[in-house]
């Protein structure tokens, strides 16, 4: 049988093909139609996401998994491929890895630190200070020394708080993942509609790995993200018109699909100095402004590869997604 290998692009390759005025065009378009659609869910069959919903049980999630992984196997046309692990990663562990994973943070942190411990020797100073100079505590020192402390406290707080909020996945998204040495999908506890959709993208980069797409050395990171954004894509929806739920496409829209788009809509013009029409990119809290607000000096590969997969996607139809795993993906 003739063997083939999948197709992988590079993430710079990805980014050029992205930076043109068409692409900006294109994502414009597609931001006001998508979240034209999502409010048509909310409005015409009555949908809004309940902040109540209990979140789905491991052995719950297992059960569903045979059904996801057949879906998947389907759509990227691959057979015999091995169940991997399924394992429920509690929150305190997984912020625990993360710190010890990333010196940026722990840095980060010490350097807060200390501007709080001169912002504290400050404020003192500017107590003690003008009594041992035998000035009155209403004088121009003080109140200088005052607002430096103030100043230092303030921005020790304001520079350390979006970091540890983004980095260490206090946002849900990153703590999941797909650990291909153990052939594992790790993942915290979410609505079983988000659940589901997950499932379906760790599932996907399992896929990926059994087809050797992790042997490669390089930057694909945005690649192999993008790839199983589409399959995540594809599974949320056919849930949603299987189930008639519209929590399957509400949930994927709201929690992924559109802030990326509107992330990389933002980057791609004003990289190229294009105008950016700033009411296509408000987005739900639950995304958080601070991660648009650092993910717009460098998208993540999810964000990247869900542009460019997508834009393929358009052009070509879904069955890309089958072609890159048999090595016969083109760009368009
Ligand atoms: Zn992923």
Redesign the pocket.
Same mark, same amino acid.
């Given at each position: 049988m003739e063997s083939t290998k999948p197709t992988l692009i590079k993430e710079e390759d990805i980014i050029d093909s992205l930076m043109n005025k068409e692409e900006v065009q294109r994502l414009e378009h597609i931001i006001a139609t998508d979240s034209q659609r999502m409010q048509d869910l909310v409005n015409l069959l009555g949908y809004k996401a309940s902040k109540s919903e209990p979140k789905q049980k491991l052995a719950d999630t297992k059960k569903e998994f045979p059904e996801i992984k057949k879906e998947v196997d389907h759509f990227l046309g691959v057979k015999w491929i091995r169940t991997p692990y399924i394992e429920h990663v509690p929150r305190i562990s997984h912020l625990h890895n993360e710190w010890k994973k990333k010196k940026s943070v722990r840095k980060q942190v010490k350097q807060s630190a200390g501007l709080m411990f001169w912002g504290g020797i400050f404020e003192l100073a500017s107590i003690e200070l003008p009594e041992l100079l035998h000035l009155r505590p209403d004088n121009f020192l003080s109140s200088a020394l005052s607002s430096i402390a103030l100043g230092a406290g303030i921005g020790a707080v304001l520079r350390i708080y979006p970091v540890l909020k983004y980095e260490l996945g206090i946002n849900y998204e990153s703590a999941? @993942?797909?650990d291909p040495l153990n052939e594992r999908i790790m993942t915290t506890k979410h609505k079983r509609a988000h659940q589901l959709s997950i499932l379906a %993208? @760790?599932y !996907?980069?399992h896929v990926q790995a059994r087809k050797n797409m992790f042997a490669k050395r390089g930057d694909y990171n945005s690649f192999? @993200?993008g790839h !199983?954004?589409g399959v995540e894509r594809h599974v949320a929806l056919e849930y949603f018109s299987k189930e008639s739920n519209p929590a399957f496409a509400y949930e994927f829209m709201n929690n992924h699909h559109l802030p990326e788009m509107k992330i990389m809509y933002s980057w791609l013009a004003k990289k190229q100095s294009l105008p950016v029409n700033e009411s296509l990119l408000k987005t739900r809290k639950s995304y958080g402004k601070t991660r648009m607000l650092l993910e717009s000096q460098k998208p993540t !590969? %999810?964000s990247i590869g869900n542009a460019f997969f997508y834009t393929q996607e358009m052009i070509q139809g879904k069955g890309i997604y089958r072609d890159v795993i048999r090595g016969e993906f083109q760009v368009l």
């Open positions: 999941n @993942e797909y %993208h @760790e !996907a980069h192999k @993200e !199983a954004r !590969a %999810h």
